[in-house]
């Protein structure tokens, strides 16, 4: 049995974010010999989106594919960028019509190649965002269906076949409903599904009844003394006047201050099932 490795992790919450990433990242790698890296980066530059330096920095540390969220719209000089080719998505299901004006930029998934034992093996990442307590965009479940069709993927259910390529999620999520409805949906057809967007880690990864392996937060990766990640002064000067003051990301005081969240997973490359789920957290 070929087994696979991959390796996902949470939201990069600015320069504390990227500073821990780059001393972490190359040594998770090492240890379990990871075929595959996805890293949100949504919040990489400054708290707020990405930027074409912050998502160097990401894919210089070890990222394969560097997902998004609602954030990722935030810096428009970026927008060229999720048109250049670069291994960056955002999150596939906003609306486009194809006119110029009613599109979005940028790709929401892509099928990626690496090598295990001689042999070529073939990652679908998509990146997709819920729509409970966030942006009515499209339905999230009818576009992971779309977009199974589309890379001849379609079937209902059952694991996927050799030939087939493991399919990883990145569900950009406010509701844990949702990320859970998503990933018994998904079970079966996705590898791994991992929920975003909440920064806070949590406890109930594991492997789905057909075989996905599934968590619904994978945390974020950042200051660990703030409130997601972010100044904690600011935050409550925010909830105590209803004010939406500008966030700051949180100063660490040290290094243990600062935290790479995420999960490693191992996949059966034949039969695509998930054979375990562990969380990173330091
Ligand atoms: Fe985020």
């Excluded at 999720?82 to 998505?89: A, M, R």
């Excluded at 997973?265 to 330091?282: F, N, T």
Aim: proline share 4%.
């Amino acid at each position: 049995m070929a087994s696979v490795c991959v390796i996902m992790i949470g939201d990069v919450v600015g320069d504390p974010g990227l500073d821990v990433l780059e001393k972490r990242l190359p040594e998770l790698k090492a240890d379990c010999g990871a075929h595959l890296v996805v890293v949100n980066g949504e919040n990489a530059a400054g708290g707020f989106g990405l930027t074409e330096e912050s998502l160097a920095r990401i894919l210089l540390a070890g990222a394969d594919v560097v997902t998004g969220g609602n954030h990722i719209w935030e810096k428009r000089e970026f927008w060229p960028v999720l048109e250049s080719g670069k291994p960056v998505l955002r999150p596939a299901n906003y609306p486009q019509d194809g006119s110029p004006q009613g599109g979005v930029s940028g790709r929401g998934w892509l099928v990626l190649e690496k090598q295990l034992d001689g042999q070529n093996i073939s990652f679908l990442v998509i990146n997709l965002q819920g729509r409970k307590r966030m942006t009515a965009i499209d339905c999230p479940f009818r576009c992971f269906d779309a977009i199974l069709a589309e890379t001849r993927e379609s079937g209902g259910g059952g694991t996927a076949a050799p030939a087939r390529p493991l399919v990883v999620v990145d569900f950009h999520a406010e509701s844990t409903e949702e990320k859970e409805s998503l990933g018994y949906y998904l079970d079966g057809r996705a590898a791994l599904v991992a929920g975003t967007h909440t920064h806070v880690q949590t406890t109930d990864e594991r492997i789905l009844p057909n075989g996905t392996a599934y968590i619904t937060d994978l945390g974020m990766t950042g200051a660990l003394n703030g409130v997601i990640g972010m100044d904690a002064g600011i935050c409550i000067n925010r909830a105590r006047s209803q004010i939406a003051y500008r966030m700051e990301c949180a100063r660490p005081e040290s290094e243990t201050d600062c935290a790479v969240q995420g999960i490693i997973a191992e996949l059966d490359r034949e039969s695509g099932r998930a054979l375990g789920i562990r969380r990173i957290r330091g």
